[in-house]
């Protein structure tokens, strides 16, 4: 790689981004080397970095301490000084960093910039959102309705919900000549979904004026097509054979010549925080070490003995949570925070539950708060999570609650960290993971 090149091409001019500041990086972690230079987007991936990279590379980090990785936005624009290094490690995961995303494809357009996808050979898993009753059931053992939610087929985001009798949320607006599919889950007093690809239920979807709004029902799904400006009614029924089981208030679809495509996929779609997980972060640094090499194969030898070395660290934390998580005396955990575990629990077997989902900026409501007591007295929990990035009001306002909960306990996503830890020899993600989140993990699984 000709590092001199982009320099020399910021130096010249390079537009917009000549003149960008680089105040975002001030509170930058730095490992340091007159040798290559190499961003990473967030605290992990620079710790995963700078194990393998030693020496022979200047690691950099634009995320200052105590600010999540995936919630993090630059003040200024980074694209400068990612540019001015060899390469720039990241996640290539839509909606997790948007500003590493805009910065890689602008990169990958105009740039000789190595990028380095972390994620490369690590399978995602989607994130339930849904946490409904999925067991079988007979037709006759479904109660009645309770609720009826509304998923954008698109964007696999819950769009309007209606129970007690009202709406909350809204279809998003058509434009004219637009489609739109909708999928009704009909929700018992049980909490379990009523199935719509079988032979037993069926829905039925009408509007009150067609020469605006066009509507189609095929099995579990509405698609509806605007025809003119407006503003339409639409209500949507459950039928079992011939007997009508359940109709909503009919809710309002709004065809505009301005309307979009509706709300965006999201990285609450697909959980991209594997690093919660010490096995899959094994192959994380074995994607960065193999992208090192190929960036600066006169240390390859140097790098893969780095990766080894730091990859049986990471097996021997997994070994450490395997053994002292294997005798507990429950299988659930509450964590009231955003969903930063779900790769541990799957790894080890347990079950997390939250209030909110995977961003940090997702607030639960009342009726939230109350489902989590509710969760933690029916599994005798003691001890509530909360992650010091988000704050520990959610898990003290649930403990004041729930008769079962005593305690609350810190954790960490390890995506950043404290300059404390750090002190105390703990900042790195090993440390966190052993030092901070073991501990929790113990306390409320009951494996103390």
């Not at 980090?61 to 000084?81: D, R």
């Not at 709004?254 to 094994?282: M, R, T």
Request: with cysteine; glycine share 8%.
């Amino acid at each position: 790689m000709n590092g001199s090149t982009r320099r020399e091409l910021l130096r010249l001019g390079g537009g917009s981004l000549a003149v960008a500041g680089l105040g975002g990086c001030l509170d930058r972690t730095v490992a340091e080397s007159d040798g290559i230079a190499v961003q990473a987007s967030f605290f992990t991936l620079y710790d995963f970095t700078r194990n393998v990279a030693g020496e022979h590379v200047s690691v950099s980090n634009p995320v200052p301490a105590e600010q999540h990785g995936h919630g993090w936005e630059p003040s200024t624009n980074l694209l400068p000084e990612i540019v001015d290094s060899d390469a720039f490690v990241y996640l290539d995961a839509e909606g997790f960093q948007p500003w590493a995303e805009r910065a890689a494809a602008e990169i990958e357009a105009n740039y000789d910039v190595q990028l380095i996808d972390a994620l490369e050979g690590i399978d995602l898993v989607e994130y339930d959102r849904d946490h409904h009753d999925e067991h079988d059931h007979d037709p006759g053992d479904y109660g009645t309705v309770a609720e009826l939610e509304l998923v954008d087929a698109r964007s696999r985001q819950v769009v309007a919900q209606f129970h007690f009798d009202h709406w909350h949320g809204a279809i998003p607006p058509l434009g004219v000549d637009e489609s739109r599919r909708i999928e009704p889950q009909f929700v018992d007093s049980d909490n379990a979904v009523i199935p719509l690809d079988g032979d037993d239920y069926r829905i039925e979807a009408t509007v009150d004026d067609t020469d605006m709004l066009s509507v189609e029902t095929d099995e579990g799904t509405i698609t509806t097509e605007g025809n003119s400006v407006g503003e339409v009614a639409l209500t949507i029924e459950l039928w079992a054979d011939d007997n009508q089981t359940f109709a909503a208030d009919p809710i309002t679809v709004i065809v505009d010549d301005e309307a979009g495509d509706g709300p965006e996929p999201d990285h609450g779609l697909v959980d991209v925080k594997f690093f919660s997980d010490p096995v899959l972060a094994q192959q994380s640094v074995r994607t960065i070490r193999d992208g090192l090499i190929e960036l600066d194969p006169d240390h390859e030898s140097t790098y893969r003995e780095n990766a080894a070395d730091y990859i049986e660290q990471l097996d021997g934390l997994h070994q450490t949570f395997r053994a002292e998580l294997a005798d507990r005396d429950r299988q659930q955990v509450m964590l009231a925070g955003h969903d930063s575990f779900n790769y541990l629990g799957r790894r080890y077997g347990f079950e997390i539950e939250t209030p909110v989902g995977l961003s940090p900026n997702d607030e639960p409501s009342t009726q939230e708060i109350a489902d989590a007591v509710d969760f933690v007295e029916e599994h005798g929990i003691t001890h509530v999570l909360w992650d010091y990035f988000d704050g520990d009001r959610t898990a003290e306002a649930i403990v004041a609650e729930a008769e079962t909960a005593t305690e609350t306990a810190m954790v960490s996503a390890a995506e950043s960290y404290l300059p404390e830890w750090k002190d105390k020899g703990h900042g790195d993600y090993i440390g966190q993971m052993r030092e901070i989140n073991l501990p929790a993990f113990k306390a409320a699984l009951g494996a103390d």
